[in-house]
């Protein structure tokens, strides 16, 4: 696997791509997302197959989702068993905040995850035609 740097993050892309997995520890301070590939729109793009996401330590995490029936949003801060995302639609990376943004793998309902102050480690399998 391939570690993508930090500050090419930005133009990670996974809207094509579903969520394997997602394991979260609030108590560890630790999230981990397998996705089943990555776009990173450098260049002339480059296509990654699987590879994950892992947050540590981070100073915060916010978890939400969007109830359509009352259109208002759940806070899921203290659920450890928090819903897996389906896929991830939407990133916002900066130095010190990300956001994913995407839906919820068994209700459909929209789901934002905020995370503030984490080690994040990012990385792929590059297709196998790549010159990553």
């Known amino acids: 696997m391939k570690k993508i740097q930090r500050f090419l993050l930005?133009?990670?892309?996974?809207t094509d791509f579903n969520v394997i997995n997602?394991?979260?520890?609030?108590?560890?301070?630790?999230?981990?997302i397998f996705i089943d590939g990555a776009y990173l729109n450098i260049?002339?793009?480059?296509?990654f197959e699987k590879g994950l996401l892992r947050f540590t330590?981070?100073?915060s995490i916010s978890i939400r989702?969007?109830?359509?029936h009352f259109k208002t949003w759940i806070h899921l801060n203290e659920i450890e068993n928090v819903?897996?995302?389906?896929?991830?639609?939407?990133?916002?990376?900066?130095?010190?905040?990300?956001?994913?943004s995407g839906f919820a793998k068994k209700s459909g309902q929209w789901m934002?995850?905020?995370?503030t102050h984490a080690k994040i480690v990012a990385e792929f399998e590059p297709e196998p035609e790549s010159e990553f």
Do not use: Q
Not at 65 to 68: E, F, M, P, R
Not at 83 to 100: D, P, R
Not at 112 to 115: A, G, L, Q, R
């Open 112 to 115: 934002e995850w905020e995370i």
């Open 83 to 100: 819903e897996s995302l389906e896929n991830i639609c939407k990133t916002s990376f900066s130095k010190s905040h990300v956001i994913l």
């Open 65 to 68: 989702k969007y109830d359509y």
């Open 57 to 59: 330590n981070w100073e």
């Open 22 to 32: 997602l394991n979260l520890s609030l108590k560890n301070k630790k999230l981990t």
């Open 43 to 47: 260049n002339n793009g480059i296509y």
């Open 10 to 14: 930005p133009y990670l892309s996974f």
